[in-house]
């Protein structure tokens, strides 16, 4: 099994886009939202579905991690 620092060893290594040297964060936030959507029990399979609910999520992890540096 995994390690929390295997998680995030493998969240570090993710091929972000970047745009004029900045990394745009939209790949880590979608798996932030995806992990916060499993936990709440609302994906129980391999199939992410593309939801309001799923779009909120994305928003609410937007909204906490954009502000941090990458």
């Known amino acids: 099994m ?5 998680w995030i060893a493998a969240m570090r290594r993710l ?7 900045a990394v745009a964060p939209h790949k880590p936030i979608l798996l ?4 916060a959507e499993i936990e709440r029990g609302a994906i ?11 779009k909120r999520a994305f928003e609410a992890q937007w909204r906490l991690h954009r502000a941090q540096p990458v």
């Not at 995994?2 to 295997?6: E, G, K, L, N, R």
């Open 44 to 54: 129980t399979n391999c199939f992410v579905p593309l939801t309001e609910q799923m």
């Open 32 to 35: 932030f939202a995806v992990m």
């Open 2 to 6: 995994a390690s929390v620092f295997d």
């Open 15 to 21: 091929n972000c886009n970047k745009h004029k040297g």
